[in-house]
């Protein structure tokens, strides 16, 4: 089965980064032509999540509690998205060997 999550996501950006794209018509916003440009800030903003995971785990966390500790701010209903792009990010972290996966219960992530 292929993975998805956050990492995958970022490698289908550097698919589409290769791609000769004049103007973009995304759903939900306006066309643009600066596609390049939105490309590297979207991939910015995904490191800047992992960084921001990662420095979360200066002590074994939950899944739940890096999100509490990386995203304090996040509202309650914007908690739960956080929280699902956290546990994408901690496997992805674990794929590359960053972080462990202690397996007690409940289950908590350290750095590797």
Known sequence: MEKTGPGHYRRSLETLSNLDVRK????????????????RR???????????VLKALSEPLTAF??????????????RWLAFAQT???LEDLLEEGSVE???DSPVRYKRG
């Open 87 to 89: 546990v994408g990010i």
């Open 65 to 78: 509690d890096t999100t509490r500790k990386a995203f304090p701010k996040k509202a309650f209903g914007d």
């Open 24 to 39: 973009a018509h995304p759903g939900h916003q306006r066309s643009f032509t600066n596609f390049q440009d939105v490309l």
């Open 42 to 52: 979207i991939n910015r903003h995904q490191e800047i999540r992992k960084e921001r």
């Open 101 to 103: 996966r202690l397996e």
